[in-house]
């Protein structure tokens, strides 16, 4: 079984600021682990994946997310945000490894204030 | 990048009324499709899981024989909600998925999206 909790449906932030989006999986094996970003009424865009190897991961926009195995965490980070940042964050974890369905956290809502 | 279209994007049908969604794979093949749905303000819910000549998955709660699959090609899957009603109101999005070279490492493509309303 496999299960995310994304911690705080919203996230406000100041342009410039920090961008803390915090995600914890349960996984009984070892899981592959995803972020995605949906702007309204749009499909989802893969930001970046952790599969194996290094534990910080780099993704597209500025984004980057480190897997923690001993926290079960891969909380997704951004040093400055910009206004385009504005969308709904989805954390994923896979870890059925037949099929490797995901399963979604409830996503967070990140508003970017001027 | 891999890129996933769907079709249409909006539909507005009449209740009773079956509606056809694609989900097409532009420019890879894909062993395996998935479609979810989203309400409002909600997470995407996987519905079914479609692999390619073969019957498709569905997840605990989703009626089979209202939400058709077929997965006719690499590169194409179709939902098909049977006699829809307002309840079926969602927005459902497909993806499509990339299998890594030694097929242990794979990610999903979304597609875009397709709004359903029923009336």
Redesign the interface.
Known sequence: AQSVTQLGSHVSVSEGALVLLRCNYSSSVPP?L?W?VQYP??????LL?Y??GATLVKGINGFEAEFKKSETSFHLTKPSAHMSDAAEY?CAVSADTG?????????TRLQVQP | GAVVSQHPSRVICKSGTSVKIECRSLDFQATTMFWYRQFPKQSLMLMATSNEGSKATYEQGVEKDKFLINHASLTLSTLTVTSAHPEDSSFYICSARVSGAGGYWDTQYFGPGTRLTVL
């Open positions: 592959y995803f995605y009424n749009q499909g989802l865009q893969l994946k599969t194996t989805f099929r490797r369905a995901l399963t979604f956290g409830s996503g």
